[in-house]
């Protein structure tokens, strides 16, 4: 018997290259993302931090900081968990190291590009998914690279049943590829150019569908497993509770694809879509701290090493903070207090308790744990790393609570009306210079957290000189294991269904695919119906040529991230901005602008409220029409030239998209454009501007932005 099981042996080695490749990767995006992360910051507790430069203001570098943290930082670091975990589950080398590298270098590229792209406002203006058609092609691709490698080693695995951590990688793979499809359709206008196939109301519930499930599929599920793979090796303990895992999973994968309308409580998406996101929201709560008491309990008995083990306090606070994000969410997905917490920094400090709290926290428990594995020698330094642990626990929690005051604040400010019927506080400037403290505490907790980061790679550097020199510098031999082929195991004829079902890779897969699809086919099929429930209204008409550049260049500034076009259905909103909106109002808006902040005030109305020379002045220098604006200065508009030639395909694509254009209006297009402009720059002229400005890209967005609300003007009563 002994010597026919020895003969079904076969040998194999393990790829660490790739990890160790996703580890630089990982460390060198992670302080690129916390370093823009505190540059950010410092904007908006002193503007003059924009530098001036076109490409350095707030509305350019944020969406660079995210995409930055989520899938250049948080991403590599997810590969680098996913990599070493699943050829130690599935007792294999990768499928292929050639796709392997493919995926490698193609999620680099991938970085790159968006790192030149969105500082030069190449930007689709859809938040977390801006980056614009060749490159949405391009993540696909590496994304089906990634799966086919991923796959295809569950397939020659040779261990037969599949560890809980893998349960969570395949829903990472095959919801993310459902997400970023549906939510990138668009239509080329140009190389960089694009315009999403849907609009308004669709557009809105598609890319909250998909935004939501990013953090969901992307920062969650992946950490999931990981958390399932590395807590119990690090802790050397076995996870808590094998039946809680099934729980967990099935019931996560299921529940979270429903909560995206959330992100839309109290717009004009219908009340039945916004309670059904409220409720899954809410019901969320139950197999999400499910999975934070599998974590925690697992290093039960060894909460002594916890105190003195970096690795095990970075694991067991990423944890807790996974609790408190996921507590957090549900909380402000209630209506109640969505209207409190909505539009302000409230939501920015829960998404940071998130991606520091548990992203960061677990990728550095993580490295800690594969360092001296993967160099094969002791860390450099575990002083380093607890102070590290604690720079970033006490910069997040800085970070938390200046955003949590803020926040609130903001929502009161904004919400409160006297006896009267009056707003206290009418104008929004107020609230902005009361919460500038508060983001000068929140800079500089990003501050902490960055330098904590680099200590950590300073710790690394050390650990990696320190491994070179011990091995005297020669490249280390693979390590060549040995196992039965899959074949060769024994059946486990009295395994459960569940245990059965973790034998069947494609069946599990295709299970939870379906899962994943039912609530997102709830979503979706609304949306793409939505003409049905959006009542037309004739009085809105189509962007003219000048205003449809212009709202090309408010979204290239990234003005979406300062400012909302949404008026929510409550007294101080209509008193404070007009009548609440409407869905039929932004049925020509590719891509919607509803927003997800206000750092500025509403501007679904703004069209008429001020003349053309005071958003002239307020472009060049917000202080001299708002004193205490922390808005950067836009003075290049007045230099750059608008491109009228793009024109004709940008209208001819939004016609075929649906907008009711006529060849007619396409053909003179460039005529209408300029003869509006040189109105414009007239009224200008009059008022003292010297300089001619009929080309330019201030004009266009004054005629867009003076464009805002105007059609439904009389039945908002200004």
Same mark, same amino acid.
């Given at each position: 018997?002994?010597?026919?099981?020895?003969?079904?042996?076969?040998?194999?080695?393990?790829?660490?290259?790739?990890?160790?490749?996703?580890?630089?990767?990982?460390?060198?995006?992670?302080?690129?993302?916390?370093?823009?992360?505190?540059?950010?910051?410092?904007?908006?507790?002193?503007?003059?931090?924009?530098?001036?430069?076109?490409?350095?203001?707030?509305?350019?570098? @944020?969406? +660079?900081?995210?995409?930055?943290?989520?899938?250049?930082?948080?991403?590599?670091?997810?590969?680098?968990?996913?990599?070493?975990?699943?050829?130690?589950?599935?007792?294999?080398?990768?499928?292929?190291?050639?796709?392997?590298?493919?995926?490698?270098?193609?999620?680099?590229?991938?970085?790159?590009? !968006?790192?030149?792209?969105?500082?030069?406002?190449?930007?689709?203006?859809?938040?977390?998914?801006?980056?614009?058609?060749?490159?949405?092609?391009?993540?696909?691709?590496?994304?089906?690279?990634?799966?086919?490698?991923?796959?295809?080693?569950?397939?020659?695995?040779?261990?037969?049943?599949?560890?809980?951590?893998?349960?969570?990688?395949?829903?990472?793979?095959?919801?993310?590829?459902?997400?970023?499809?549906?939510?990138?359709?668009?239509?080329?206008?140009?190389?960089?150019?694009?315009?999403?196939?849907?609009?308004?109301?669709?557009?809105?519930?598609?890319?909250?569908?998909?935004?939501?499930?990013?953090?969901?599929?992307?920062?969650?599920?992946?950490?999931?497993?990981?958390?399932?793979?590395?807590? *119990?090796?690090?802790?050397?303990?076995?996870?808590?509770?094998?039946?809680?895992?099934?729980?967990?999973?099935?019931?996560?994968?299921?529940?979270?694809?429903?909560?995206?309308?959330?992100?839309?409580?109290?717009?004009?998406?219908?009340?039945?879509?916004?309670?059904?996101?409220?409720?899954?929201?809410?019901?969320?709560?139950?197999?999400?701290?499910?999975?934070?008491?599998?974590?925690?309990?697992? +290093?039960?008995?060894?909460?002594?090493?916890? @105190?003195?083990?970096?690795?095990?306090?970075?694991?067991?606070?990423?944890?807790?903070?996974?609790?408190?994000?996921?507590?957090?969410?549900?909380?402000?997905?209630?209506?109640?207090?969505?209207?409190?917490?909505?539009?302000?920094?409230?939501?920015?400090?829960?998404?940071?308790?998130?991606?520091?709290?548990?992203?960061?926290?677990?990728?550095?428990?993580?490295?800690?744990?594969?360092?001296?594995?993967?160099?094969?020698?002791?860390?450099?330094?575990?002083?380093?790393?607890? =102070?590290?642990?604690?720079?970033?626990?006490?910069? +997040?929690?800085?970070?938390?609570?200046?955003?949590?005051?803020?926040?609130?604040?903001?929502?009161?400010?904004?919400?409160?009306?006297?006896?009267?019927?009056?707003?206290?506080?009418?104008?929004?400037?107020?609230?902005?210079?009361?919460?500038?403290?508060?983001?000068?505490?929140?800079?500089?907790?990003?501050?902490?957290?960055?330098?904590?980061?680099?200590?950590?790679?300073?710790?690394?550097?050390?650990?990696?000189?320190?491994?070179?020199?011990?091995?005297?510098?020669?490249?280390?031999?693979?390590?060549?294991?040995?196992?039965?082929?899959?074949?060769?195991?024994?059946?486990?004829?009295?395994?459960?269904?569940?245990?059965?079902?973790?034998?069947?890779?494609?069946?599990?897969?295709?299970?939870?695919?379906?899962?994943?699809?039912?609530?997102?086919?709830?979503?979706?099929?609304?949306?793409?119906?939505?003409? @049905?429930?959006?009542?037309?209204?004739?009085?809105?008409?189509?962007?003219?040529?000048?205003?449809?550049?212009?709202?090309?260049?408010?979204?290239?500034?990234?003005?979406?991230?300062?400012?909302?076009?949404?008026?929510? *259905?409550?007294?101080?909103?209509?008193?404070?901005?007009?009548? *609440?909106?409407?869905?039929?109002?932004?049925?020509?808006?590719?891509?919607?602008?509803?927003?997800?902040?206000?750092?500025?005030?509403?501007?679904?109305?703004?069209?008429?409220?001020?003349?053309?020379?005071?958003?002239?002045?307020?472009?060049?220098?917000?202080?001299?029409?708002?004193?205490?604006?922390?808005?950067?200065?836009?003075?290049?508009?007045?230099?750059?030239?608008?491109?009228?030639?793009?024109?004709?395909?940008?209208?001819?694509?939004?016609?075929?998209?649906?907008?009711?254009?006529?060849?007619?209006?396409?053909?003179?297009?460039?005529?209408?454009?300029? =003869?509006? !402009?040189?109105?414009?720059?007239?009224?200008?002229?009059?008022?003292?501007?010297?300089?001619?400005?009929?080309?330019?890209?201030?004009?266009?967005?004054?005629?867009?932005?003076?464009?805002?609300?105007?059609?439904?003007?009389?039945?908002?009563?200004?």
């Amino acid at each position: 018997m002994s010597t026919n099981h020895e003969a079904q042996l076969e040998e194999f080695s393990y790829d660490d290259k790739i990890s160790k490749a996703f580890l630089m990767a990982t460390i060198l995006w992670g302080a690129i993302a916390l370093f823009m992360g505190v540059f950010i910051a410092f904007q908006l507790a002193y503007w003059k931090f924009n530098l001036g430069l076109e490409w350095t203001t707030f509305g350019r570098l @944020r969406p +660079l900081h995210t995409n930055a943290a989520i899938f250049a930082f948080v991403g590599n670091g997810m590969f680098l968990g996913v990599y070493y975990s699943t050829q130690r589950l599935c007792k294999t080398r990768m499928f292929s190291d050639f796709l392997s590298w493919v995926h490698f270098w193609g999620w680099q590229l991938i970085i790159v590009s !968006a790192a030149i792209t969105l500082p030069l406002g190449i930007t689709t203006g859809k938040e977390y998914a801006e980056l614009e058609w060749p490159i949405d092609i391009a993540i696909a691709v590496v994304w089906v690279v990634f799966a086919v490698n991923f796959f295809g080693t569950l397939i020659k695995r040779r261990e037969r049943h599949m560890y809980v951590a893998l349960w969570f990688y395949i829903a990472t793979i095959v919801t993310v590829a459902v997400l970023h499809i549906f939510n990138s359709l668009s239509l080329p206008v140009s190389f960089m150019k694009s315009y999403p196939v849907y609009a308004g109301i669709q557009d809105a519930l598609v890319q909250w569908w998909y935004g939501h499930n990013a953090v969901a599929f992307f920062l969650t599920t992946p950490f999931l497993g990981i958390m399932y793979y590395f807590i *119990p090796k690090a802790a050397n303990r076995p996870v808590y509770s094998y039946r809680l895992s099934i729980i967990h999973y099935w019931s996560l994968v299921f529940i979270y694809i429903w909560a995206g309308p959330h992100h839309l409580l109290y717009t004009s998406v219908p009340d039945w879509v916004q309670t059904l996101g409220m409720t899954f929201s809410i019901i969320l709560w139950m197999p999400s701290w499910g999975g934070m008491i599998n974590g925690l309990l697992t +290093l039960r008995g060894v909460w002594d090493k916890v @105190r003195t083990e970096p690795m095990l306090k970075y694991f067991a606070t990423a944890v807790t903070f996974y609790g408190m994000a996921t507590f957090e969410g549900p909380l402000l997905s209630i209506k109640s207090v969505n209207y409190i917490g909505h539009f302000t920094d409230w939501v920015v400090g829960h998404v940071h308790a998130g991606t520091i709290g548990w992203n960061y926290m677990m990728i550095a428990g993580v490295i800690y744990f594969l360092v001296p594995k993967l160099f094969k020698t002791e860390i450099y330094s575990k002083k380093i790393a607890n =102070a590290q642990f604690w720079l970033a626990t006490i910069g +997040l929690l800085l970070y938390m609570m200046s955003m949590w005051v803020a926040g609130i604040t903001q929502g009161l400010m904004w919400r409160a009306v006297d006896a009267s019927g009056k707003l206290v506080y009418p104008n929004f400037i107020e609230t902005v210079v009361k919460v500038v403290p508060m983001y000068w505490v929140r800079a500089f907790g990003g501050v902490f957290v960055l330098v904590g980061f680099f200590l950590m790679i300073f710790n690394i550097w050390m650990t990696y000189r320190k491994s070179k020199w011990v091995n005297q510098d020669k490249e280390e031999a693979e390590e060549v294991y040995k196992a039965a082929p899959l074949s060769a195991q024994p059946e486990e004829k009295d395994a459960d269904s569940h245990r059965k079902l973790e034998g069947l890779p494609m069946v599990f897969t295709v299970l939870t695919l379906l899962a994943i699809l039912v609530g997102g086919a709830v979503e979706i099929i609304p949306s793409i119906l939505s003409d @049905r429930f959006v009542e037309k209204d004739p009085r809105v008409k189509p962007y003219t040529p000048l205003e449809l550049l212009g709202r090309d260049i408010y979204v290239k500034e990234g003005c979406y991230v300062c400012h909302s076009q949404q008026i929510r *259905p409550t007294v101080s909103e209509k008193l404070r901005y007009g009548n *609440p909106s409407v869905a039929a109002e932004s049925v020509y808006d590719r891509p919607f602008q509803w927003g997800s902040r206000r750092i500025g005030p509403d501007l679904a109305r703004v069209g008429g409220k001020y003349n053309d020379m005071w958003h002239y002045r307020h472009m060049i220098n917000p202080r001299e029409v708002t004193a205490g604006s922390i808005m950067p200065n836009y003075d290049w508009l007045t230099k750059k030239k608008v491109n009228f030639k793009m024109l004709p395909k940008k209208m001819n694509a939004m016609m075929a998209l649906g907008t009711p254009y006529t060849p007619e209006q396409v053909t003179r297009s460039i005529d209408d454009a300029m =003869a509006q !402009a040189q109105e414009i720059a007239q009224g200008l002229s009059e008022n003292g501007v010297s300089m001619k400005v009929a080309d330019k890209e201030i004009v266009a967005l004054i005629a867009y932005l003076q464009r805002l609300g105007i059609d439904t003007k009389e039945e908002a009563g200004e």
